[in-house]
């Protein structure tokens, strides 16, 4: 069974920086394309961000596009959220999400695999 694991999480001032990495195993990482999600309590899981196997696509919810960038290394088999200029709106618990079509998917009914989540927290 693929496992993902999710680390980085922390708690950080407005407009300071953090990068999420979630490491996978348990699956030929080259062939899945790799999303993260976010969640506040009470609210859907929401899309943040995607990138294809290669690394070359990516895609980034409007709320993100410009602050956040996602990356990913296929030789150690992590992907990274590398976020900054953080608002207190971006406070979640963050997912990171694996699927085994080589596109970049915002549905979250589209991915197979899921890590447990890390919290971020935003404070202004």
């Known amino acids: 069974q693929a496992q993902l694991h999710e680390s980085g999480g922390g708690l950080v001032q407005a407009g300071g920086s953090l990068s999420l990495s979630c490491a996978a195993s348990q699956l030929t990482f080259e062939h899945y394309a790799m999303g993260w999600f976010r969640q506040t309590p009470g609210k859907a899981r929401e899309f943040v961000a995607a990138?294809?196997?290669?690394?070359?696509?990516?895609m980034y919810a409007d709320s993100v596009k410009g602050r956040f960038t996602v990356y990913r290394d296929n030789a150690k088999n992590t992907v990274s959220l590398q976020m900054s200029n953080l608002k207190p709106e971006d406070t979640a618990v963050y997912y990171c999400a694996a699927t085994r079509r080589n596109i970049m998917i915002s549905r979250r009914n589209e991915y197979d695999f899921w890590g447990q989540g890390t919290q971020v927290t935003v404070s202004s």
């Open positions: 990138i294809t196997w290669s690394g070359e696509g990516t």
